[in-house]
């Protein structure tokens, strides 16, 4: 490699971004692992430093709740990342095709992401209403019914429905880039040598795509880990806990004026730590398949 | 196109309506109901429309002070996109490339950060002893700070794909670092750089609750927030925030759509065969 | 091509046109804040004179027709004010009240008797004792929100439970008002009888499960034993009374019997649409909070709407315990620079004919002496509830920090677990909160 730029160049070249990235992420951050050791509960003038003991009483009295939440944030995040991407996928593929109306499709299928989740989880709370939603008018129709949110077993499969309705777009369009970042010429090359249809997108699509798939498997971990707000709007947790992520559950300690915000603070620290040793499992992962293939 | 030549276009159509009627409806039922009066929503909420009553938008748009707003949201939007894409785009290229020392470490930083709970007592801290507490300029960096780390971790993704030969070609041409970013390298990312910008005016646009914590003048907040103020505990009046919604969501469908012809213009030209 | 060099002029025209207005019209309030200054600085300017800003949080968007038009009018009667009115819905309520409170930007909060529950919550609120508007309000509810002889927050209504019925359903079946709990289940069965729904409750958010408990527990806990929970808690935490006690497995009990009567999807409805459904004749009663009449006639229903108070128990001198609590309470900030024209507005917000335009407005039940409501309905509830008498829900009196599983409650609707060992585990899980008691 030729190196003709100066030292300082590539430093100054991410220093704006590196600035908003420290004040705006970085130093909330540390301020909120400063305040999941207090007892901080609002009053900026009254509040003490207590160690480690929110985290002790997460740990124990909490646990049970902890360990739930942290089983269906798993649960959650699995379906809805393996759904996601694999759908994301076979949806870029085909609307990378010379078809007629692909540019309508594919405004189509990003709409959901266009309208933010407060908005999506009113419009499917009014869709799965059990007595004038389309849905159980749908199921009417063959003689059955069902509370649908509201019923325990079906609440996860729902909501995971819904985020999966809502980021498949997201991912279709990352895959889209992707998939028109592969210069013609490789096709063209392996048409050649007899890859086509079903081989060259098994041989040529998927391995050129190797890294955006890694962004987008990583990004729809993180995604579906941390949501909170698509399932305070659709269940709010309930029925039974059912659907209580590990990001709800934190988001319900703020709420709840019982427990201080210092409390709610070490359980977002927890929530980040559950969060960064799957990513970083995920990611390790990854890499070696990376450096496997290449 | 050769390499899909054996699948049979008539399913790849079957299979793209479904996917977009399943998109679509939910949409379609939110304008339904927002032509509705709510006497007739509240009786029937998913009957058509009897007639087209468009009260629910005047009166959405009355009560949410949707003037002011409307113009906030577009300089909120514009000015925090706009920053966001120079500045991560400038930012991807020497990480994707390993140009400084401690790449490795400031990307797992970066990818940690995609994660961090928010921090609000301490950002609105920040925010009031320097001042940009209840600022255009405030609140403009907080929207571009708060996820760059994302917008970064994506593009640098989209670097790795430009062939690295290019540098050294333009190294060998003599070329500065930053008009080499800014000449060669942007333009080719332009389909990235749609996308994020795409994702950064969405995430803006539909912000809720960040202009209620750090924007304390309603003359400064946004769009949504008039929105928000249908969205009640004890009652949510259907038919007006569902027309807030259709009249909170048009412009963005409008700006994805003029954007979305802008990335395949941008592929079509050839812009990333360079 | 043409068109879209066309879209995209216009586009920038429009994005950079809305950004120099927006300079323009920030650098006239820079000046506007500037001559503020000079104002204040001037030594000559009475404090009375002095231009403020005076900074409301509220969560109750759905009053914002009555806070328009009497804050317009406050502005009016005093120049020297500006309001600066804020309402955000519920949910985000907490992290706008929790950040403008510690960042020391706001004047007047709203909030309930939880946000005076702890000594470092209370010290946040001057102390309003002796101001003189304070006596336009029923001592009852000042007595709520005072602690120690502090009275720390200003009452704004109070809200009890009622069960909606469809007169129609009633009358079709024959069935009166319930006067004790022996008539009311004995009704719930004819009702279910005949194929209708007795009960419609929109649980989703589980809070509306838990109002059903306040509704029974008063007159079952505090009817048998009235000092059952002893000040600021301190018989439950010493453990001299229990959740295992025969009062309050009876509470959950009831609750149970009640839970067979719900419709199919009770744990999944939001609470927001069972008064729309209601109104639609899906069920016969909802046991719903007053504040919901006003959202039950707004969905006009083709029937005669009657409401009564659920009788706990067969004992009218139980029953007569009732379920009442502060519906929303104003704060002033005791850091609030600007508290003069705090207690201004606290003032004429306690004016009879203002607070008369709010009872009006809003549709919820005084705590101020002759006050009618318009409607008829509730106006005869305003009746029933008079001749109660009153306490705050047991949870308002239950010490920071303690843990009570209130999700019980729906394992028990969905019959998971029996009321009996749901009361163990609530008293198993309180106790073990012990570390976390302030």
Known sequence: ?294 | MNQTAKLPYALVHVILIVFSLLMLLPILMILNIALKTNTEFLNSPLAIARSLNFDNFAEAWKQGDMIINFKNSLIYTACSTVLTCVAASVAAYPISRKHIRGTGFLLGLIGITLFLPDGIVPLLFFMKYTSLLNTYVGYILLSSGINMALMVFILVGFVKNIPAELDEAAALDGCGYFRYILTIIMPLLKPAITTVAMLKIINVWNDFINPYLYLTDKEKRPLTSGLYLFVGEFSTDWTILAAGIIIVVTPLVLVYLFLQKYIISGVSSGALKG | MKRKKLAFLVLTAAISSAVLSACGSNSANNENQANNANNAAAPATKDSDKQVELRIINWRVEDKAFFDQFNAKFEQDNPNIKINYDATPTKSYQQLKNSRIAANEVDIVAGDYKTMNSADQRELWMDLTGQSFLNNFMEDALQNLNYDGKQYGLPWNKVSLVAYYNKKIFSDLGLQEPKTWTEFTALLDKIKTAGIDPILVGGKDGWPIQQIIHTLEPSIVRGAKPDFYGKDNANVMALTSKFTDPEWVEVLTKFQTISKYFQKNSLGMAYGQAPGLFAQGKAAMTIDGTFSLTQINDAKPNFEVGAFIVPATDDEAKNKIGYAKIGGVWFIADKSPNKEAALKYLEAFSQKENYQLYVDTVNQFPVMEGITMKDPLAQKLNDQLSTKNAVDQFTNIQNPGSTYQLDLLIKIATGDIEPEDAAKQWQKDYEESKPNWK
């Open chain 1, 1 to 294: 490699m030729v190196k003709t730029y100066r030292s300082w160049a590539p430093w100054m070249a991410i220093l704006p971004a590196l600035i908003l990235f420290f004040v705006f992420k970085i130093y909330p951050s540390i301020g909120t692992l400063y305040f999941s050791m207090t007892d901080f509960n609002g009053n900026i003038d009254h509040f003490s430093w207590i160690g480690l003991k929110n985290y002790k009483n997460a740990l124990t009295i909490n646990l049970d709740e902890l360990m739930n939440a942290i089983g269906i944030s798993f649960t959650f995040s699995f379906f809805t990342t393996v759904i996601q991407n694999v759908l994301g996928v076979v949806l870029a593929v085909l609307v990378n095709l010379k078809i007629r109306g692909k540019n309508a499709y594919r405004s189509i299928l990003f709409m959901p992401n266009v309208l933010g989740v407060v908005i999506i989880g009113l419009v499917w709370t009014l869709i799965f209403d059990p007595y004038s939603g389309p849905m159980n008018q749908i199921l009417g129709l063959f003689g059955t019914s069902s509370s649908m949110l509201g019923d325990s077993r079906l609440a996860l499969p729902l909501v995971i429905f819904v985020q999966v309705w809502t980021s498949v777009g997201y991912a279709m369009v990352l895959y889209l880039a992707g998939l028109q970042g592969i210069s013609q010429d490789i096709y063209e090359a392996g048409n050649v040598d007899g890859a086509v249809g079903w081989k060259s997108f098994r041989y040529i699509t998927l391995p050129l795509l190797q890294p955006i798939i890694g962004i987008n498997i990583l990004l729809s971990i993180i995604g579906s880990l941390r949501v909170f707000d698509l399932i305070m709007i659709l269940t709010n947790g309930g029925p039974e806990n059912s659907t209580m992520t590990l990001g709800m559950f934190v988001f319900k300690t703020i709420f709840d004026s019982n427990g201080t915000q210092g409390y709610a603070s070490a359980l977002g620290i927890i929530h980040f730590l559950v969060i960064a040793i799957v990513v970083v499992i995920v990611q390790t992962y990854m890499r070696r398949r990376e450096e496997k293939l290449s």
